[in-house]
């Protein structure tokens, strides 16, 4: 299962970026302005899916280079984690990168579709049948992961939203409701 887990990472493609502001509050929070909003593709959420739709937004500015450098990063980890390098420097790798460019408090949102197909998800999306889900994350400095368990390090916040980082609190939204 790990393994299936860390194929997902891998093959991300940016589609498209924008600023915008949007408010809110999660868990009667305020939330900051969303400044950046951003849509990317990848493979495999579940064993069923083959395409994955998602979109992401975040509180702060300059998201759509700052979120694909942190994604070049976290493959490079995936790479190095099934090439059998030492995971504590995989983690520590990213670490760094988000201590040195990622502001110390910020929130992420993001809206994940998945199917079996990319025309499955323009032509036939089934929200009862396909995944779907919306998840937000409260980010509380670099990714604080433990060694055993390097997923919250290295993978997407959608991709594993509950696995341990003491820096991170995420929502979800009810299985299959991302409203």
């Given at each position: 299962?790990?393994?299936?887990?860390?194929?997902?990472?891998?093959?991300?493609?940016?589609?498209?970026?924008?600023?915008?502001?949007?408010?809110?509050?999660?868990?009667?929070?305020?939330?900051?302005?969303?400044?950046?909003?951003?849509?990317?593709?990848?493979?495999?959420?579940?064993?069923?899916?083959?395409?994955?739709?998602?979109?992401?937004?975040?509180?702060?500015?300059?998201?759509?280079?700052?979120?694909?450098?942190?994604?070049?990063?976290?493959?490079?980890?995936?790479?190095?984690?099934?090439?059998?390098?030492?995971?504590?420097?995989?983690?520590?790798?990213?670490?760094?990168?988000?201590?040195?460019?990622?502001?110390?408090?910020?929130?992420?949102?993001?809206?994940?579709?998945?199917?079996?197909?990319?025309?499955?998800?323009?032509?036939?999306?089934?929200?009862?049948?396909?995944?779907?889900g919306a998840l937000v994350c409260h980010h509380h400095g670099a990714?604080?992961?433990?060694?055993?368990?390097?997923?919250?390090?290295?993978?997407?916040?959608?991709?594993?939203?509950?696995?341990?980082?003491?820096?991170?609190?995420?929502?979800?939204?009810?299985?299959?409701?991302?409203?």
């Amino acid at each position: 299962m790990r393994h299936h887990i860390f194929t997902l990472a891998m093959p991300l493609v940016i589609t498209a970026c924008s600023t915008a502001s949007i408010d809110g509050e999660v868990n009667h929070e305020v939330v900051p302005p969303f400044m950046t909003g951003m849509v990317y593709e990848a493979d495999e959420l579940t064993p069923d899916d083959d395409y994955v739709a998602v979109a992401a937004f975040y509180t702060f500015n300059n998201g759509c280079d700052l979120v694909a450098k942190q994604m070049d990063a976290k493959t490079d980890g995936i790479r190095g984690l099934l090439d059998g390098k030492d995971v504590e420097g995989l983690i520590d790798n990213v670490r760094k990168f988000e201590e040195d460019n990622f502001p110390d408090d910020y929130w992420a949102s993001y809206v994940v579709i998945a199917a079996p197909s990319e025309s499955d998800v323009a032509d036939n999306f089934d929200v009862e049948r396909d995944t779907a889900g919306a998840l937000v994350c409260h980010h509380h400095g670099a990714v604080d992961a433990p060694r055993d368990e390097p997923a919250a390090a290295l993978l997407p916040d959608y991709a594993a939203p509950f696995f341990k980082d003491r820096n991170r609190d995420c929502f979800s939204s009810p299985r299959r409701d991302p409203r």
